[in-house]
């Protein structure tokens, strides 16, 4: 199933090659030499550790990132320029002059050389019943799927949107665009019909790939018909291809095309596109301030080089790993750690379809020691929940594979930090909390690379990845340049993974990204740089609390508060005070069974705030919650809290993610019942 196009090219980047880089990532924590765990270093003339290749790639940016994408990706026409940035005028360009396709370096190059290697096991919903897909299978999905579509009149240029929930089909359909030379917008399959329309209409698809239904956490849900709402306000979709998930059978139109019989009449050759580096791979739609979605695009090359980057060396992954992130593919974790770094590095990669507590709190562990899994990567809220079940339901499975946790999405709190770490890990795997953006396209600090034995501290993002410098910013632009400061979180220089553009909004993506700071990409996050020079987020500019004067960051309260004995999860929120400016209310959710008075758990955490913090850090308002509001991924809907707070609660705006409607309306009466009289609690 070799293309012509391919022949020949493909042995550029060799088994050798990744004998030596796996090797070499065996020996980290041991005393090695730098140029065995990343073989390009040869060249880099005084690189002998991680500290002095980090220098050098960013002190040397073109050489550094030239030399990596030469040895790591397979082109069909080489580059001539590896960047061409300018942060005033938000214009970003890697690799110019550069021609490949990423689903042949995602499958075909594998398939050339271990056939038979798993790319995706498909743990589903049951548990038990794991799917698992081999690269050979893979690609010939692809193919069937790539030729679907162009029969269907999907063309180079065009843009398809995905709503299916993490399964095999839908990562061959991310795939299959690639290979054809379209675009992807893959839409979380929680989202609403309303929400769907509005990204399919933003990215001007003419065809929507789906699922029957889905399923999760034992619980069937109908998308389809969310699909069939959804496209009702959506003129320009003129075929939706629908996969079967279940076997239960759903209202087909002239519109709908079954995908699985369709695609067995293809052909298993589907000739990939040459793909100019910067040509568009996907549109990934993020929360704007503004309220409208924003449709961030992401090309081809150095996206793909950087996650792959990265997913190497952050996670220390070799060949033979398992490699389990938990996320769904409908989010930029899914896109960079389930598909496109995972795969592009030849690995086995986990599709997650469940929930971490179904049929019961050991889902996670069960699966990693069933899957033999590796690394594991999920979100501290997930390990927040499984937190307030105890020890029990993690010790009941050997864990014995994993060598690595990650977390991802926020930042994670200490006492979860350290539980994941004791408990999960049995004190003897790393646990890396990753900072990174939908924006940046993949992690950008993290604890790890590092030099051998260099210290992780609990819940610090600590250091920057290769490429990446970052700065501390003032409130006046003024550069920070000392330890244990902290301001606004900048990256000062291009990396090759970060979004180009906001899609049909270029002038957005300037005024968010770069003009707040100019000369430097700002992130939106506050950050504190410690004496030592690591990097903890404090979380965004917009959830920092003022108080008398005094910038707090809501992450570092509720890392406190969480420390509190019985307290499993808890959300700041600054509101109006007349004579403070703001004041701090905190919502609570208490560990399972644990029961104490409202005045008594209230002293309890203004002492600890007290202690760690300060004085004007303590809550002036503690509500205690059944649950907090979350979104289907697991992220607190703080504006939604926000509102509540300031009592605007017929502004609560679009709850179309949110997962459980009840917990808003809980966290209402119990906001009415502990301000009602004006009373503290």
Not at 152 to 175: E, H, N
Not at 259 to 267: A, G, S, T
Not at 342 to 369: A, D, H, I, K, Q
Not at 508 to 514: D, M
Request: glycine share 8%.
């Amino acid at each position: 199933m070799m293309c012509s196009l391919w022949r020949g090219s493909l042995l550029t980047l060799t088994s050798s090659l990744n004998r030596r880089v796996f090797q070499c990532c065996r020996q980290l924590g041991r005393s090695y030499n730098i140029a065995s765990c990343m073989p390009e270093a040869v060249a880099f003339q005084g690189v002998s550790d991680h500290s002095g290749l980090y220098k050098f790639s960013v002190n040397e940016s073109d050489r550094f990132w030239g030399a990596v994408a030469r040895q790591r990706l397979s082109w069909i026409s080489p580059f001539h320029t590896v960047q061409n940035c300018d942060f005033s005028r938000g214009k970003i360009k890697w690799f110019e002059g550069g021609k490949l396709n990423v689903s042949v370096n995602c499958l075909d190059r594998h398939v050339h050389t271990y056939p038979e290697r798993v790319a995706l096991i498909w743990e589903r919903d049951e548990p038990g019943t794991e799917v698992k897909i081999t690269y050979r299978q893979l690609l010939e999905l692809t193919c069937r799927l790539g030729n679907l579509l162009k029969r269907q009149g999907v063309r180079r240029g065009d843009c398809v949107t995905i709503y299916m929930p993490p399964c095999p089909l839908a990562v061959a359909s991310m795939l299959a665009c690639a290979r054809i030379g379209a675009a992807h917008n893959v839409v979380f399959a929680g989202f609403s019909s309303e929400a769907l329309a509005d990204r399919i209409r933003d990215a001007q698809s003419s065809t929507v790939i789906t699922v029957n239904q889905g399923v999760r956490g034992g619980k069937v849900v109908d998308l389809k018909r969310t699909v069939d709402q959804a496209v009702q306000n959506c003129p320009s979709v003129q075929q939706v291809l629908v996969a079967m998930r279940t076997e239960n059978t759903v209202a087909m139109t002239d519109r709908d095309v079954p995908l699985e019989e369709e695609m067995m009449k293809e052909d298993v050759v589907c000739e990939p596109v040459a793909m100019d580096s910067e040509d568009v791979l996907f549109l990934l739609y993020t929360s704007g301030s503004t309220g409208k979605p924003k449709g961030l695009v992401h090309t081809q090359a150095g996206y793909l080089l950087y996650t792959a980057l990265t997913h190497r060396y952050v996670f220390n992954y070799h060949d033979g790993d398992v490699f389990g992130c938990v996320a769904d593919i409908g989010w930029i974790t899914g896109h960079s750690y389930i598909v496109y770094g995972p795969l592009c590095n030849g690995g086995t990669t986990v599709l997650f379809e469940s929930t971490p507590v179904y049929p019961n709190p050991g889902r996670y562990w069960e699966m990693v020691e069933r899957l033999g899994i590796n690394q594991f990567y999920g979100a501290p809220t997930a390990i927040r929940l499984l937190l307030k079940y105890g020890d029990e339901w993690v010790q009941n499975y050997n864990r014995s594979s994993l060598k690595t946790l990650g977390s991802v999405g926020e930042p994670i709190n200490t006492e979860a930090w350290e539980w994941y770490h004791r408990v999960v890990g049995d004190g003897r795997c790393p646990v890396v909390d990753t900072w990174w953006q939908t924006e940046t396209g993949g992690i950008c600090i993290a604890p790890r690379p590092s030099d051998p034995e260099a210290e992780i501290v609990p819940g610090m993002a600590m250091r920057p990845f290769y490429g990446i410098k970052p700065a501390l910013l003032d409130t006046e632009g003024e550069v920070l340049s000392s330890n244990d400061s902290t301001g606004a979180l900048c990256i000062s220089q291009a990396w090759p993974g970060m979004a180009r553009t906001i899609h049909n909004h270029h002038q957005r993506f300037t005024e968010t990204y770069f003009q707040p700071y100019p000369g430097f990409f700002f992130t939106g996050d506050g950050a504190h740089r410690s004496k030592e020079g690591h990097y903890q987020i404090v979380g965004r500019l917009d959830d920092v609390i003022n108080v008398s004067g005094h910038r707090l960051g809501t992450a570092e309260l509720e890392d406190v508060v969480n420390q509190c004995p019985g307290v499993a999860e808890s959300a700041a929120i600054g509101y109006s005070h007349d004579i403070k400016g703001e004041g701090v209310y905190v919502f609570v959710v208490l560990k399972k069974a644990v029961m104490v008075q409202d005045d008594v758990l209230a002293q309890q955490i203004r002492e600890m705030v007290s202690r760690s913090i300060a004085k004007y850090a303590c809550p002036d308002f503690i509500q205690v919650v059944r649950c907090l509001p979350k979104t289907r991924s697991g992220k607190i809907m703080r504006r939604v809290l926000r509102k509540v707070v300031e009592r605007n609660t017929d502004e609560l705006g679009d709850l179309s993610t949110l997962d459980d409607p009840d917990s808003v309306h809980q966290v209402i009466r119990g906001h009415r019942r502990l301000r009602g009289d004006g009373k503290r609690q």
